[in-house]
DNA sequence: ACAAGCACCTGAAAGC
DNA sequence: TGCTTTCAGGTGCTTG
């Protein structure tokens, strides 16, 4: 099906729309005319591998963050390389003069934005749908959709993004109190996630619970597929309203948003050595997942039929019988 | 305050 | 076979 193409006033109003981030910079791209510099110049030619395409949920980015660590905090930025600044917002101007020369402390992350935390300044990176970051040699030729380096004398973190839907952003103050994470949730796996605090910050909800839990207000990483999951092995059913969860059902469904999370991230630590030199993918996908991506195939509980729909404009695998 | 829907992007898959 | 269209999805922003 062809998709709606906005006409009339509305259309107008949103085509105008400048993509920009209000605390970012407002950084101009114009186009590159010819003659000029073209930014894709720097990448080697196309035909490279495709970079295998996971999707970044939390797991993910913190085995990317303790992949990463051992082998950037403690050192200094020798060079940084922009090759492509049109990320989901230009990224920050002012980034890689600040950084230059600049010793690391430490990479940390709050939900799936990570923190390169720098003497005076953070660089805040998100990796989308299709980013990754992974430690290269500096004679390294970059690939196709290989975006920025960071250079640390010859260590090299190196981000890689298809859909360029992540971003790299340089935060002076406390970057807690940036935007993009002052409003964020609980950290699924730390102490403030309970179970009596889902329970009443649902009460007013009228969303699917899917929703609710996929809202990062509501609790931070957990995205598509780990909502699937937890809600299966909790027995809720994903598109009940998120007010009719009872206090019983909050305890199963943080118990299991835990147990989702942590096994993952338990697996992607075997994965770790994938961060050098290799494609900076951990296995995730390899995993064993219970109803994402099981399209109708039968429950692995009851054999009955999994049910597939469209919710929020998002994949929803439930079994009819075991959730509630 | 809450809810709904769009935008961003491009490789892969599906459709013709 | 080859071109065109649709889908996938995290998440901030705008509108209702």
Same mark, same amino acid.
């Given at each position: 099906m062809r998709r709606p193409t906005p006409v009339g006033r509305v259309g107008r109003i949103m085509r105008s729309?400048?993509?920009? $981030?209000? %605390?970012?910079?407002r950084a101009r791209h114009t186009k590159t005319s010819p003659g000029q510099h073209d930014p894709?110049?720097?990448?080697? %030619?196309?035909?490279?591998?495709?970079p295998q395409i996971a999707m970044p949920e939390l797991p993910e980015v913190e085995t990317t963050r303790r992949g990463i660590a051992p082998h950037i905090e403690g050192r200094t930025v020798t060079e940084v390389a922009i090759r492509?600044?049109? @990320?989901r917002w230009p990224v920050s101007e002012p980034l890689a003069a600040a950084i230059q020369g600049k010793r690391l402390r430490e990479v940390g992350r709050r939900g799936k934005y990570l923190l390169l935390g720098f003497d005076s300044g953070t660089a805040l990176i998100h990796l989308g749908m299709s980013g990754s970051l992974r430690i290269v040699k500096p004679d390294e030729p970059p690939r196709? $959709? !290989? $975006?920025?380096d960071i250079a640390f004398g010859n260590r090299v973190l190196r981000y890689c993004d298809p859909r360029r839907f992540g971003c790299l952003l340089w935060v002076e103050s406390d970057p807690y109190g940036h935007s993009l994470l002052a409003s964020l949730g609980p950290?699924? #796996?730390?102490? !403030?996630?309970t179970p009596e605090y889902l329970f009443q910050r649902s009460?007013?909800?009228?969303?699917p619970i899917k929703q609710f839990l996929m809202d990062s207000k509501t609790?931070?990483?957990?995205g598509n597929i780990y909502a699937n999951e937890a809600l299966y092995m909790a027995g809720i059913?994903?598109?009940?309203?998120?007010?009719? @969860? %009872?206090k019983r059902q909050s305890e199963l469904l943080v118990a299991q948003i835990r147990f989702v999370l942590q096994r993952s991230i338990d697996q992607g630590g075997t994965t770790l050595r994938d961060f050098v030199g290799g494609d900076?993918?951990?296995?995730?996908?390899k995993q064993q997942l #219970?109803?994402?991506?099981?399209? %109708?195939?039968?429950?692995?509980?009851?054999?009955k039929a999994l049910k597939e729909i469209r919710m929020n404009n998002r994949t929803t695998v439930y079994c009819t019988d075991c959730q509630r």
């Open positions: 729309r400048i993509r920009r $981030h209000p %605390t970012a910079e894709r110049a720097c990448y080697s %030619t196309r035909p490279n591998p495709t492509q600044p049109k @990320l196709f $959709h !290989d $975006h920025f950290e699924p #796996l730390g102490e !403030d996630f009460r007013k909800r009228r969303v609790v931070v990483g957990v059913k994903p598109i009940r309203k998120a007010s009719t @969860l %009872t900076g993918q951990p296995g995730y996908f #219970l109803v994402y991506g099981r399209g %109708t195939e039968p429950c692995k509980q009851c054999g």
